[in-house]
């Protein structure tokens, strides 16, 4: 092995690892994927727990919805399709919430929930 392909390998090694360092995750908590179409949420029931930070991503496969809940700190949210948006979720308080969709989305609107289990 020659001494200049050694420095080169090196100096790739740590231009990696450099590299690798410098990625950041686009968020520092667990995330739960959440899909809204017509006229249902997909997982329907997500568990999380209390004092624990997560991190929803949501999207819609059809169709625009939306998602709020004061109670678990979501803000007003619209859902469109082609997009995902991410909300950080802190539950305070353990209990079972249901959120309805916050946007008329037709004929099943008022069927379209999401429940949200908080376990200690």
């Not at 590299?19 to 249902?40: E, F, Q």
Request: net charge positive; aromatic share 4%; glycine share 8%.
């Amino acid at each position: 092995m020659t001494k200049r392909f050694l420095v080169r390998s090196l100096s790739l090694a740590a231009a990696i690892i450099a590299l690798l360092m410098s990625v950041t995750p686009s968020s520092a908590h667990p995330s739960i994927d959440i899909v809204a179409s017509n006229w249902t949420f997909t997982p329907s029931t997500i568990t999380l727990y209390v004092g624990e930070r997560r991190e929803l991503r949501l999207t819609s496969s059809g169709g625009v919805h939306g998602i709020e809940s004061k109670q678990l700190g979501i803000p007003l949210t619209s859902i469109v399709p082609g997009r995902w948006i991410s909300i950080d979720v802190m539950s305070k308080k353990a209990g079972i919430y249901v959120l309805h969709c916050a946007v008329l989305c037709g004929a099943g609107h008022q069927n379209m929930t999401l429940t949200v289990k908080v376990v200690p």
